[in-house]
């Protein structure tokens, strides 16, 4: 069955950088789109980014716009997020999901939490 | 683009029914038939409960259903049970360079 499993959240100092990554298993990996997501605390959720299955496309939200970079490897069915130049606000459990088309995501992994804090 | 409207809270007692609005423009809700409804209890990852408005993934209770009205999106729970209780959150597509758009999540009590 599909199944997503998010790495590399971590406790950083603003202004630094991390990198998130996604292992999929249980699908065509490259013929998906995929999508990263974030929900702060106790708030609600917000799209970060989107790659499409070749890798051709991308796009962020204006939030993170600039400062993160989304990729994929498509041999090793992976997923990665980097960050730099973080920010308290991008304090957040960090989800990966499939999507078809850039559609609303069907399966999310557990998330992975990242703490920016001075 | 501003986050799709939902009502902050919403409840209901054991067996009743309930309903969850999520308001957005004709450029999301209104514009496209891809809306989805997830389900997320405390410290868990969002779950799919409907997708595409009113599709019900497997395994998905039949007790979920899903409409749309011109740029509202509602979600509908019958016969309401206390595992439920949860917050709800709709999706909907967006257009390319938005991809896709969240409501700000309601939280469902069961009484």
């Known amino acids: 069955q599909v199944h997503l499993v998010e790495s590399g959240g971590a406790l950083v100092k603003p202004g630094g950088s991390l990198r998130l990554s996604c292992a999929a298993s249980?699908?065509?990996?490259?013929?998906?789109?995929m999508i990263w997501i974030r929900q702060a605390p106790g708030k609600g959720l917000e799209w970060v980014s989107y790659i499409s299955g070749s890798d051709a496309l991308t796009n962020y939200a204006h939030s993170v716009q600039g400062r993160f970079s989304v990729s994929r490897d498509n041999a090793k069915n992976s997923l990665y997020l980097q960050m730099k130049s973080l920010r308290v606000d991008d304090t957040a459990t960090y989800y990966c999901?499939?999507?078809?088309?850039?559609?609303?995501?069907?399966?999310w992994g557990q998330g992975t939490l990242v703490t920016v804090s001075p | 683009q501003s986050a799709l409207t939902q009502p902050r809270s919403v409840s209901g007692s054991p067996g009743q029914s309930v309903t969850i609005s999520c308001t957005g423009t004709?450029?999301?809700?209104?514009?496209?038939?891809?809306v989805s409804w997830y389900q997320q209890h405390p410290g868990k990852a969002p779950k799919l409960v409907i997708s595409?408005?009113?599709t019900r993934p497997s395994g998905v209770s039949n007790r979920f259903s899903g409409s749309k009205s011109g740029n509202t999106a509602s979600l509908t729970i019958s016969g309401l049970q206390v595992e439920d209780e949860a917050d709800y959150y709709c999706c909907s597509y967006a257009g390319t360079s938005t991809s896709v758009l969240f409501g700000g999540g309601t939280t469902l009590t069961v009484l």
């Open positions: 595409d408005v009113n």
């Open positions: 999901a499939r999507s078809v088309w850039g559609t609303p995501p069907d399966f």
């Open positions: 004709s450029s999301d809700v209104g514009g496209y038939n891809y």
């Open positions: 249980g699908f065509p990996f490259s013929d998906y789109y």
